[in-house]
């Protein structure tokens, strides 16, 4: 089975951007639709960015759009998240996930997600 580990989050400052990255083993990761979800700190999870298992077809959360893009590099077998125009409510750990092999679409509910990472923690600075 697949497994995730993100890098790249940090400290950085209201109106600056961030990468975050997900490196996958163990798995064909070309085969996987994978997401972004965040939880700041006494919250629950919230969806951020998913994108179907091929790249072509990407999804976001509203509060999110327009700043933040999904992409994934599948010779790399790794996903990223790029932020920008930073705010302090995009403080959360952030977390990538999978779903199961050639599902089809995207998906914003974290159930149907079979495989998740550790975290990542962004904090956005006032």
């Known amino acids: 089975q697949i497994q995730l580990v993100e890098s790249g989050g940090g400290l950085v400052q209201t109106g600056g951007s961030l990468r975050v990255s997900c490196a996958a083993s163990g798995g064909i990761f070309s085969t996987y639709p994978m997401g972004w979800f965040r939880q700041p700190a006494g919250k629950e999870r919230e969806f951020v960015a998913a994108?179907?298992?091929?790249?072509?077809?990407?999804y976001y959360a509203d509060s999110v759009k327009g700043r933040f893009a999904v992409s994934r590099d599948n010779a790399k077998n790794t996903l990223y998240l790029q932020m920008s125009s930073l705010k302090p409510e995009d403080t959360a750990v952030y977390y990538c996930?999978?779903?199961?092999?050639?599902?089809?679409?995207?998906?914003?509910?974290?159930?149907?997600?079979?495989?998740w990472g550790q975290g990542t923690q962004v904090t956005v600075s006032s």
């Open positions: 996930a999978a779903r199961p092999p050639y599902s089809s679409g995207n998906s914003y509910l974290g159930k149907e997600y079979r495989y």
């Open positions: 994108i179907s298992w091929l790249g072509g077809s990407k």
